[in-house]
Every structure is written in structure tokens, then in C-alpha cells.
């Protein structure tokens, strides 16, 4: 229900982070310790989370276990495919405050922001 409801009750006392569940705030907490208990057996990488380092496994292994039944796009995280699916149902929830345009993608939205601040891309 904490999840629903939005409540908070356990925060951080370095950076006042709040948190749903006792188990986020101790995940956390090894942000600021450096802790990174799951390392990665091929290459040096290591991470706070177990989930973090079971992706990134499948950077070695080819495993790309998210598949589009709409065209060949195959993944590694459910988040990017999410992402994806909004390619094919043309949403578009990120909408520009100043002209409203609208955008599929946060950093299509963040790339259009530049014609409205004049900022130029450097690595162009």
C-alpha cells in the first residue's frame, strides 16, 4: 500500500532520500558506504544491486531476453523495451512547455529544449 498511497517513512541521514520500504533505504545507504557486494566474474564491474549486476551479465553473454512481436528490436532491460513499445503505439508523454510539442523519448524532448534556450551541441 506504501507504494500506492506514496508514503515515505524511512529517509536517509546523509541526504534525507525518502523511502516506501526499510529495504530501499538499506540498498541505498551503500551509495554513501561505496559497498558494492555483487561483482561481475568475467570483467570488473560491480554493483549495490544484485538486479544491477544480472543485466549487466548479459553485456558478455549476448542474452537479450525483451522482444518486440512488431518488428526485430530485442533487449536487455524491461525498462528499454517499454521505451521502445512507444515507437509502434505512437505515445508521446513528454511534452514541451513552451511550444507543445510533444515526444516519445525524455531525451528527444531534452534535445528539443535547445532550440527554445539557444544552447548548442559541442560534439557535433
Known amino acids: 500500500m506504501k507504494r500506492h498511497t506514496g508514503e515515505k517513512p524511512f529517509s536517509c541521514n546523509i541526504c534525507d532520500f525518502r523511502f516506501s ?3 530501499s533505504l538499506k540498498t541505498h545507504m551503500k551509495i554513501h558506504t561505496g559497498e558494492k557486494p555483487f561483482s561481475c566474474y568475467i570483467c570488473e564491474y560491480s554493483s549495490i544491486r544484485k538486479s544491477d549486476l544480472l543485466i549487466h551479465i548479459r553485456t558478455h553473454t549476448g542474452e537479450k531476453p525483451f522482444s518486440c512481436n512488431i518488428c526485430e528490436y530485442r533487449c536487455t532491460t524491461k525498462s528499454r523495451f517499454q521505451t ?5 503505439t505512437g505515445e508521446k508523454p513528454f511534452s514541451c512547455n513552451i511550444c507543445d510539442f510533444r515526444f516519445s523519448f525524455k531525451s528527444s ?6 532550440i527554445h534556450t539557444g544552447v548548442k551541441n559541442l560534439f557535433v
Not at 109 to 114: E, I, N, R, S
Open 84 to 88: 521502445h513499445l512507444k515507437i509502434h
Open 21 to 23: 520500504f526499510k529495504s
Open 109 to 114: 524532448l531534452k534535445t528539443h529544449m535547445k
